[in-house]
């Protein structure tokens, strides 16, 4: 049994306080959640001051424990603990909640408040990048701390079996992934999707507080939520734990009981660990606890005054911490230097022992490549065929061996997405060192775990599935876009070119609805180089990218025989691919992906007519919009109104780039089950329909 909690008068009197202070900043921003943050003050205390390994004075610090609220409606909750904690946030920012300007933000925000892990809010989404995060932790582990057999990390994945324990105590990289999570995350599908593999993983570094106090906006949840909590996690093969916080008759706050199953819970090593806690919402509010009320609304002056007279607190006095309070609570910072001190020192001699492995450390916590990764680029033949799927399995092969930190997988697809680095094992219990994530089929968590992994670090993760399935990673890729995480989705299969699988496997609307994506970069290759450059491309940038490629063959553009532009310039977004054949131009064709060869064929039957056709290939609109007005006249010029966009998708996002004289060869419906070929002929997706296009937006600019 762990050592007793040694709790203290001046402990109740700081977890007083941050209810207090939780029910004021509430009550001062007049919008929020109080009452989590109430009853689970005395819970996130023990986090912060008893049980996570921390520095207050250096957030980022690579050794410490991730806490994720995953309520991340209770925002004020965790603001409040990095207060009390000695974090870079004041009293000021706790009154400042919810305001303009603030780093105290309605829910919280990656990169605006020290402390915070990653943005929470969309239910569910905390948990399920948690399992990522305690998934990047094993890898990193193995990365940098091997078994004494594993000579190098390029030879690091090792045998099954060849690790230790995911937590033995003697490793500089083991630290423990916290998550507090309420009844919204769990009834969430994603929770299922990610807890599911994460009990099939083992990741006994994942620690899960379940505060059930069984109230939502919309009141009890027995009118939604019945299931037995526990003995689904228990069906997941998790450890599981219950306190009993509303049993005997009395409500009672048993922090010695929570601590116990906390901590009993960060050392189960073999299973990730759910402590279910019974809680009452709010406690002790007078007449608004366990109601919905307080759960996503101000207390208002009366019932606060009221919660504080229960506390045994001034009720005329506001963000009141007194002093004592504050120099026990700040004490935090003092432990947490001193943990980080000595894990330095380790951390030194273990860079003089791994000069190799401290060296690729560096390079990555650099966010950078290795010098040479370009030489390693396969360039596919001119004249050939290849599926620009099977192009990226390919650069994957030729990149894996120098990028270590390269790794990923697909949700159930990696056959048909070529997610797989070949020679690599998999990413398994008794092999930390695997490469090869098995998501199984569950695209929403995978998106969610992509993005623990990335918010971890600092390896960077991939994932694959069918562009009609983004739909199902919606929520996920937001968040990705929103932390601006480098997390790369292989999407494949990606327009009707499907073929006899059908519309509900034909994407049409998916391009356009991620690239109304702030932030996310939509990068559709033509041909296998243009997958290559494009992949050297997106992992040096280290932004949120998603690669979309064909399902079936396409042309490698013979570039030296014909003259074509060279795939390198993929960088720019967009770039002249073929210059028109004639001493001028009389229209632009923009295309991209497995529609660049029709608009390549026409370029030929407009030059016949005397009609002179730029052929641009446009990979990626996003990277296009970063570039100079310079290279983009130079690209486009305006003074060519006279333009034709080719893309097996619906038109929306080519209206404004082909202007008012433009046409758009678009598909505006839904596909049907038949060959590929009689699809895109059935849509007009030929040559002879890109030159009439062409035609009849010449006559438009005139």
Not at 106 to 134: D, F
Not at 197 to 214: E, I, S, W
Not at 383 to 405: I, N
Not at 531 to 546: G, I, M, N, T
Request: one cysteine or more; proline letters at 6%; charged letters at 20%.
């Amino acid at each position: 049994m762990p050592k007793s909690l040694d709790w203290t008068n001046l402990d109740n009197e700081a977890v007083a306080a941050a209810k207090a202070l939780a029910a004021d900043a509430v009550e001062k921003a007049g919008s929020g959640h109080p009452g989590t943050a109430i009853s689970l003050a005395g819970a996130a205390y023990l986090f912060f001051q008893r049980l996570m390994r921390h520095d207050p004075g250096d957030p980022a610090w690579p050794g410490r424990d991730r806490f994720v609220l995953s309520a991340g409606h209770s925002s004020i909750m965790l603001y409040v603990q990095l207060y009390l904690a000695g974090y870079d946030i004041s009293l000021d920012d706790l009154e400042a909640l919810r305001t303009a300007g603030s780093i105290t933000p309605g829910h919280p925000e990656l990169g605006l408040t020290p402390g915070v892990e990653m943005s929470t809010g969309p239910l569910g989404q905390g948990l399920a990048s948690a399992v990522g995060m305690a998934m990047a932790a094993r890898r990193e582990r193995h990365l940098f701390d091997p078994p004494a057999s594993a000579a190098s990390p390029a030879d690091a994945a090792g045998p099954a079996g060849a690790d230790r324990p995911p937590s033995s105590p003697e490793s500089l990289f083991d630290h423990t992934i916290w998550v507090v999570a309420g009844e919204g995350d769990l009834e969430e599908g994603i929770s299922s999707e990610a807890s599911s593999l994460a009990g099939t993983q083992k990741l006994g570094n994942l620690v899960v507080l379940f505060d059930q106090n069984r109230i939502s906006i919309e009141g009890d949840t027995n009118v939604a939520f019945t299931e037995d909590v526990v003995g689904r996690y228990e069906a997941y093969g998790w450890h599981t734990q219950t306190v009993d916080w509303t049993s005997g008759g009395r409500y009672h706050e048993d922090y010695e009981a929570l601590y116990q199953a906390l901590t009993a819970a960060k050392h189960e090593t073999g299973r990730p660990s759910l402590v279910l806690l019974r809680s009452i919402i709010g406690w002790p509010s007078p007449t608004k606890q366990n109601t919905g009320a307080i759960h996503g609304s101000k207390l208002g002056p009366t019932e606060v005054a009221g919660l504080k007279r229960a506390l045994g607190l001034d009720p005329d006095k506001s963000f009141n911490v007194p002093a004592e309070v504050l120099a026990i609570t700040r004490r935090a910072r003092d432990r947490g230097a001193k943990t980080h001190i000595a894990w330095r020192a380790r951390f030194e001699e273990w860079r003089v022992a791994q000069p190799e492995r401290a060296a690729l450390w560096d390079r990555l916590h650099a966010g950078e490549l290795p010098f040479d990764v370009e030489d390693l680029l396969p360039a596919f033949a001119g004249g050939t065929e290849l599926a620009t799927r099977a192009a990226s399995g390919k650069v994957l092969a030729a990149l894996g061996p120098a990028l270590p930190e390269l790794w990923g997988g697909s949700a159930d697809l990696a056959g048909s997405n070529n997610t797989t680095i070949a020679g690599e094992t998999s990413f398994l219990p008794d092999n930390p060192g695997g490469r090869t994530i098995h998501f199984g089929v569950r695209e929403h968590a995978m998106g969610a775990i992509l993005n623990g992994i990335a918010l971890h670090g600092p390896t960077l993760p991939y994932g694959g599935t069918f562009l009609v399935f983004s739909d199902y990673m919606r929520g996920s890729v937001r968040l990705t876009a929103l932390m601006g995480l480098p997390v790369t989705f292989v999407w494949t299969h990606d327009s009707i070119g499907v073929g006899e699988d059908g519309p509900t496997h034909q994407p049409v609307e998916q391009l356009a609805s991620l690239r109304a994506v702030p932030g996310l970069d939509v990068i559709r290759p033509a041909d296998a180089n243009e997958v290559a450059w494009a992949w050297l491309h997106l992992l040096a940038r280290r932004r949120p990218a998603a690669l979309i490629l064909s399902r079936q063959n396409l042309p490698v553009f013979d570039r030296l025989a014909e003259g074509y532009g060279a795939a390198g310039d993929v960088s720019g977004g967009a770039y002249v691919l073929a210059d028109s054949p004639l001493a001028k131009i009389d229209v632009l064709l923009i295309a991209t992906g497995s529609e660049v060869r029709l608009a390549l064929a026409a370029r030929k039957l407009l030059a016949g007519e005397g009609i002179g056709a730029r052929v641009v290939s446009a990979p990626c609109l996003e990277w296009w919009a970063e570039q100079t007005p310079e290279y983009r006249e130079d690209v486009l010029p305006a003074a060519v109104r006279a333009r034709v966009s080719v893309e097996a998708g619906i038109a929306m996002p080519w209206r404004g780039l082909v202007g008012d004289a433009g046409r758009c060869l678009s598909v505006e419906g839904y596909g049907a089950s038949a060959p590929a070929g009689e699809l895109f002929a059935a849509q007009g997706f030929t040559a002879e329909h890109v030159a009439e296009a062409a035609r009849q937006s010449i006559a438009a600019a005139r």
